[in-house]
């Protein structure tokens, strides 16, 4: 399995970006596809995910608003749309897989954006935001 972030790149505050990640090998039907970012010095959180449930999609509070994820089946490829770019946005992003993925708590402890949930990573893209 395969997961290969990319899109990242230098922007200005308030402007967009949009990242992609290349799924190979699993069926996107089947995963919860999430994205998290690590900021320089911080830990890495969770952003968004996107369930297989309903096509139900959860986003973090400091995103809200302001990113969306999305995904084409047929090119096996989840998209995150970023919009609004702030500085504290600056971070390296990455997408991850996982059969539990994007689930509540009732399926899997820590929610959503539990990164136990998610058995697949790419290697990250970088995203910076200049004031």
């Known amino acids: 399995v395969q997961l290969q972030a990319s899109g990242g790149g230098l922007v200005q505050t308030g402007e967009s970006l949009t990242l992609s990640c290349q799924v190979a090998?699993?069926?996107?039907?089947?995963?919860?596809i999430g994205w998290f970012r690590q900021a320089p010095g911080k830990e890495r959180e969770g952003v968004t995910c996107?369930?297989?449930?309903?096509?139900?999609?959860y986003e973090a509070d400091a995103v809200k608003g302001r990113f969306t994820i999305s995904r084409d089946n047929a090119k096996n490829t989840v998209y995150l749309q970023m919009n609004s770019l702030k500085p504290d946005d600056t971070a390296v992003y990455y997408c991850a897989a996982g059969i539990l993925g994007c689930k509540s708590s009732t399926y899997y402890s820590g929610g959503y954006l539990a990164e136990g949930a998610y058995d697949y990573w790419g290697q990250g893209t970088l995203v910076t935001v200049s004031s």
């Open positions: 090998e699993i069926n996107l039907n089947n995963y919860g």
């Open positions: 996107f369930s297989v449930i309903g096509g139900f999609s």
